[in-house]
């Protein structure tokens, strides 16, 4: 089926973010791997850290936002040249066609050269479109309106929609994507959401699960001291507290949840980072570090991942191997749950929960507010451990078949 489709399209991969975040490095490795067998076989990639994906992938360039963050000054700066791109660009196209040459610098004339190239660009990020994420929501749009306005198809990946609160954002949302081609929700509520606020507009809004369910692995080696314990896995992070209207500190109440839920006689921890730094260490790692110490203090035997770039193949390598896994974020989740490992989320940003719905897998989510189930939860998943192994392997084929569907869809029509 897929063979008799014509795949000699040029993909631009518009916004990717880092492998440093496994979460991240997820979305880039199967996104690529999708839009080569369904879209094209010439796909390039524009990512805010292209160092950390050299190498892994033919081609890969700076993006436009590289360097954006930090301090709120250097944010303004980064804003203001992009502003002016935007504003220099958009008259560009409609006076002179595109045809007029800017002296821009680098990671502007590396944006022009590739959406020049490109016949579909692709935006990858997972959930830029959220109004938590603004500005940052504001300056990606501009980015999609110029590729849009130079003619090049536009498709927004399988992402999470919302919380979209502010009618600005609603106007500019309409404004920029209701031009694309297609919008693709990966959750039921995303769904709804992106069907009202695009309802009217030309672009066709869809529904596919996250691209990260398609994941592929072998079994990796676990870093662990003891070869006698069983092997739980636990990813703990700095949590978007705002976008949850949570002012507490979950940490010590979740661990105090572990290791209620844990004999320490009978398992083992092993720390996994989803989030790393190329100088020093991220602010989940830092998160992680402090686990283990807590952790320790309860008599667990606990190891933790080197501070290194684990790409998403290595890292659900190593969850292969687990018993269970415990995570405060999504995509190592998925990673996991994907693999057949029998997984308890909490719930530290709404598309967890949507996630693990999607699964069949609701039981297993916790809310910040209600950390006194993780020992109920827990001591479920470790129970029902094998039927809960089956029953996730199934749902994954289910929810592959669903990618399988959509991308199908996609490929007919770009034709």
């Known amino acids: 089926m897929v063979s008799s489709i014509k795949k000699s399209k040029k993909v631009l991969l518009i916004d990717a973010f880092s492998t440093l975040h496994v979460g991240n490095g997820a979305l880039i490795d ?28 033919p081609v890969v360039m700076e993006d436009v936002l590289t360097g954006y963050g930090g301090s709120s000054l250097n944010k303004l700066r980064y804003a203001i040249s992009l502003f002016a791109f935007f504003l220099a660009e958009t008259l560009n196209c409609y006076m002179f066609k595109g045809r007029l040459r800017l002296p821009w610098t680098k990671r502007f004339k590396n944006f022009q050269e590739a959406v020049k190239r490109a016949q579909i660009c692709v935006s990858l990020s997972g959930e830029t479109i959220n109004d938590h994420y603004m500005p940052h929501m504001y300056l990606r749009l501009l980015t999609y309106h110029l590729a849009i306005l130079r003619g090049r198809k536009f498709l927004v990946f399988p992402q999470s929609i919302g919380p979209v609160f502010r009618p600005f954002s609603k106007w500019l949302l309409r404004k920029v994507l209701g031009k694309a081609d297609f919008i693709i929700a990966r959750d039921n509520e995303s769904f709804a959401l992106a069907k009202d606020l695009w309802s009217g507009c030309k672009v066709e809004i869809l529904f596919c699960p996250d691209v990260a369910v398609t994941q592929e692995s072998v079994p990796e080696r676990l870093p662990v001291r003891l070869q006698s314990k069983k092997v ?19 940490l010590n109440e979740f661990l105090n949840g572990v290791g209620d839920g844990l004999d320490s006689k009978e398992y083992q921890i092993l720390l996994m980072p989803s989030n790393y730094s190329n100088i020093d260490v991220s602010r989940d790692y830092h998160v992680c570090l402090k686990a283990k110490s807590l952790l320790e203090e309860m008599n667990f035997d606990v190891s933790i991942l080197d501070n290194d770039v684990y790409h998403p193949d290595i ?101």
């Open 315 to 415: 890292f659900q390598g190593m969850q292969k191997n687990l018993y269970a896994f415990i995570s405060t974020r999504m995509h190592v989740g998925i990673l996991a749950t994907s693999a057949g490992v029998p997984t308890l989320m909490i719930n530290t940003q709404h598309k967890i929960r949507s996630y693990m719905m999607l699964m069949g897998m609701e039981d297993f989510v916790v809310e910040l507010d209600s950390m006194g189930d993780i020992p109920k939860r827990l001591r479920m998943l470790l129970d029902d451990n094998e039927s809960i192994r089956a029953r996730l392997i199934a749902n994954n084929v289910v929810l592959r078949g669903k990618v399988e569907s959509t991308m199908l869809k996609l490929a007919r029509s770009l034709d």
């Open 232 to 250: 739980v896995g636990i990813t703990v992070s700095d949590i978007p507290k705002k976008e949850m209207g949570f002012d507490g500190d979950y």
């Open 30 to 57: 199967n996104t690529y791997k999708l839009c080569k067998k369904y879209i094209g076989d010439d796909v390039e990639i524009l990512s805010i850290d292209a160092k950390t994906n050299e190498g892994r992938f």
